[in-house]
């Protein structure tokens, strides 16, 4: 039941073309004017040139006309109501010709928008890479931590076949998770000691101000807000933990949570020494359906040997 709702929810917009599709053909079998029902065509291709894509509106346009045309031959005169032949083919080319550039011209203006909101994006990527890696670069034992965590939790999404937008969102997220910590005394950060109970909020507090920098920037990386702002948030123990994580955060928050969980653990602090890989692979295994989803967990693990049997 949750492969399929979170199936339907990943593939949302092309579900609502495909209802939209087959309406539209439905009605049109069971109305008698024919001819006039052709212009409803043109809402399944606006939906899918606006939503997906040139590729995907094309493809719409032509299994529109090859359905009209198969209904044509089939019920010739009442397509034609009997103004026979000539008048049937002119409607139906000019039809089909006008719907084909409306897809394609739908499709491109959406590409060329989908691609501005690309590069966009990457050069506030860029930018905002810069500054984790300089304020990492001020702390040795967190040097390269959000490029590490990114790294696998972009294995992560991949290994649970997440779609590439998915993937790529996750990753951003996972990089920029820590971004908020250039709000935060570098000092602090990196103190051996124990920390006092006002200087943990401060430290807890970056999610926050993570989240609230990269809202800052407009909608451009808004896909990584939430995933900033709960990747601390891991789940309370539970009876039914994985129902009720299925509530708390999004399926990116808890990628995210492993990711950056097991670095930490790997990697060495002022107050200790990291632990091996397959030692922090357990202390996974055993928070597994308490402070960890349990599938993001296997499908880790996977990622995680088949990155130690390349080594």
């Known amino acids: 039941m949750d492969n399929l709702k979170n199936h339907v929810v990943r593939n949302f917009e092309e579900l609502i073309i495909l209802v939209v599709?087959?309406?539209v053909i439905c009605i049109s079998y069971m109305v008698d004017e024919k001819m006039a029902m052709l212009n409803f065509y043109y809402l399944p291709v606006l939906l899918a040139g606006y939503f997906v894509g040139k590729?995907?509106?094309v493809l719409v346009a032509v299994f529109s006309i090859l359905t009209v045309v198969f209904f044509a031959i089939l019920n010739?005169?009442?397509?034609?109501?009997?103004?026979g032949i000539g008048y049937l083919g002119s409607g139906l080319c000019g039809w089909a010709g006008f719907l084909l550039l409306t897809?394609?011209?739908?499709?491109?203006?959406?590409e060329q928008k989908q691609k501005r909101i690309n590069e966009l994006q990457q050069a506030y990527v860029g930018i905002l890479e810069i500054l984790v890696k300089f304020l990492e670069s001020t702390d040795r034992y967190t040097k390269g931590h959000s490029e590490r965590v990114?790294?696998?939790?972009?294995?992560?999404?991949?290994?649970?076949?997440?779609s590439r937008q998915e993937v790529e969102?996750?990753?951003v997220a996972?990089?920029?998770?820590d971004i908020g910590?250039?709000?935060?005394s570098a000092n602090l950060i990196g103190k051996a000691a124990n920390l006092t109970r006002e200087e943990t909020m401060q430290v807890a507090m970056h999610s926050e101000k993570g989240a609230d920098l990269l809202v800052s920037v407009g909608g451009v990386l808004k896909e990584a807000v939430p995933i900033v702002l709960e990747h601390h948030k891991y789940f309370a123990k539970m009876e039914k933990p994985t129902d009720e994580a299925s509530r708390l955060s999004s399926l990116g928050t808890r990628i995210v949570a492993v990711a950056d969980s097991f670095d930490a653990m790997t990697s060495d602090r002022p107050y200790r020494k990291g632990m091996q890989p397959w030692q922090a692979m357990e202390e996974l295994r055993r928070c597994s359906g308490e402070q960890f989803d349990p599938e993001v967990v296997e499908a880790f693990e996977s990622v995680l040997s088949h990155k130690l049997e390349t080594i």
């Open 169 to 171: 969102n996750i990753r």
């Open 174 to 177: 996972a990089l920029l998770h």
């Open 181 to 184: 910590k250039v709000e935060i």
């Open 103 to 110: 897809s394609y011209i739908v499709g491109a203006l959406y």
């Open 55 to 57: 590729r995907a509106s």
């Open 150 to 162: 990114a790294e696998l939790a972009m294995d992560i999404a991949i290994a649970m076949g997440l």
């Open 76 to 83: 010739r005169a009442v397509f034609d109501a009997g103004r």
């Open 21 to 23: 599709l087959l309406s």
